[in-house]
């Protein structure tokens, strides 16, 4: 009797049909990688659909005797059963996160292709930024500037920023870019500490957009001459709040309303979905920079290869992806 796939394992499946970022031009020193980087693409998978941080409690999981495991684990061996060494896993899945940006801007690219995402509207990305709270206590600002962390449970890595509805957190910053259209999909997407300037982030995820993307709609932290450069090179158009108190009162106002409410309905539903699906409301379950850009950043790319599962069934790419994803 041949087991049913699991959700989780037909996910780990589409992994080996990613298409990959450009590999770098020139290769790194040392001896050439025994395991794919595909192999613990796949891991960061299971460890976002399972909400497992470290790495020894991904091994654990996966010694367990059953079917769906033992479906996962024939999935990430080399021909002929070779499984890396716990140290290989720590080591490949620190590296991880540094190449998930440029993987979630390929596939992001790969599903526009696929789901024509604007065949029946203007074709527009909507760029923002997401707050998330660091795990443990906060680094006070007088505490940090003399060098004293005052209790272990503080996340030294994570900074401080304003949100105008949260007040000051914490934590990390999420940037995104994704689809104006019928379905929210991201097409680029970077973690970094809360403090970092949206506009100084921006340029890594306009890289990352296809060539479709006729509009680029931002709020005012946006309206920075680095921003405006790069849309002129793109040759496309920057819709950006203006800077000022508010009311606005000069010309074109009106039209920037409509491309601002276009822009929270698909960037802000798809955040409260986002953080929904991955429990991402409260702080974040991990510490540092390295294990946080791994949770957020995977959870994105679950995120864009449940859409790819779910157009392939032909279900709603929508609604249902939360109890999908749990039922994983």
Not at 44 to 51: F, K, Q, W
Not at 91 to 115: F, K, N
Not at 118 to 129: F, K, N, P, V
Not at 286 to 308: D, E, K, M, P
């Amino acid at each position: 009797m041949i087991a049913e796939e699991s959700v989780l394992v037909m996910l780990v499946r589409l992994v080996d049909r990613l298409p990959l970022p450009p590999p770098p031009a020139k290769r790194g020193r040392g001896r050439p990688v025994t395991y794919p980087d595909r192999l613990f693409l796949k891991a960061v998978v299971v460890m976002v659909v399972r909400r497992l941080h470290k790495v020894h409690e991904l091994l654990a999981v996966l010694d367990q005797p059953t079917a769906e495991m033992g479906q996962l684990r024939a999935l990430l061996v080399l021909p002929g059963g070779r499984f890396p060494a716990r140290r290989t896993w720590e080591r490949r899945l620190a590296a991880v996160p540094a190449t998930l940006p440029a993987q979630i801007g390929c596939l992001g690219r790969h599903l526009v292709a696929l789901l024509r995402p604007w065949a029946r509207c203007g074709r527009a990305g909507a760029i923002d930024s997401t707050v998330l709270p660091a795990k443990g206590g906060v680094w006070h600002k007088q505490d940090r500037e003399a060098g004293v962390v005052p209790h272990t449970s503080i996340d030294t890595e994570a900074h401080w920023t304003k949100s105008g509805w949260h007040g000051w957190v914490y934590g990390w910053k999420l940037h995104l870019v994704t689809a104006v259209a019928g379905v929210w999909l991201p097409l680029a997407a970077e973690l970094t500490a809360a403090n970092a300037a949206d506009n100084e982030v921006a340029p890594l995820l306009l890289a990352e957009l296809p060539a479709e993307v006729r509009f680029v709609l931002g709020d005012h932290q946006y309206n920075a001459p680095n921003v405006r450069a790069l849309r002129d090179e793109a040759g496309r158009v920057l819709v950006a709040s203006q800077q000022g108190g508010y009311p606005h009162t000069d010309e074109g106002v009106e039209v920037r309303r409509v491309f601002h409410r276009l822009r929270s309905t698909a960037i802000e539903n798809f955040n409260e979905q986002f953080k929904g699906i991955f429990d991402a409301h409260g702080p974040v379950p991990t510490r540092g920079l390295v294990a946080t850009r791994r949770f957020a950043l995977g959870a994105v790319l679950v995120y864009q290869l449940l859409l790819w599962r779910r157009h392939q069934q032909g279900l709603d790419q929508r609604v249902g992806l939360k109890p999908a994803l749990k039922a994983a």
